[in-house]
């Protein structure tokens, strides 16, 4: 079994800095990257940032320049600071983990968590 706990969302103004924080405990010996995706009514879940267990990072064209995905590794736990956040971020964030399960991998997904940025 696999937690992810995700914590910071909430309502701010757009400018107005917002940290996501996302803990992952259980098996997850065979961790290979965590990131955030979004998702809003009516449309597909999307990728925001994914960081490997080496520290590479990858962002969506959308939030480059503004969010920055980063991980403690001792806590097993990833951020996204998103600083400068506009109206057309509010969405809700969820948590992910890839994991090896033998030769498979494996997605896991925390509850999600509702950021909105008001105008």
């Known amino acids: 079994q696999v937690q992810l706990v995700e914590s910071g969302g909430g309502l701010v103004q757009a400018g107005e800095s917002l940290r996501l924080s996302c803990a992952a405990s259980g098996s997850i010996f065979g961790l290979t990257a965590m990131g955030w995706y979004r998702q809003v009514p009516g449309k597909q879940r999307e990728v925001v940032a994914t960081?490997?267990?080496?520290?590479?990072?990858k962002y969506a064209d959308s939030v480059k320049g503004r969010f920055t995905i980063s991980r403690d590794t001792a806590k097993n736990t990833v951020y996204l600071q998103m600083n400068s956040p506009k109206p057309e971020d509010t969405a809700v964030y969820y948590c992910n983990a890839r994991i090896a399960i033998g030769q498979a991998m494996g997605d896991y997904w925390g509850q999600g968590t509702q950021v909105t940025v008001s105008s």
């Open positions: 960081i490997t267990i080496t520290g590479s990072t």
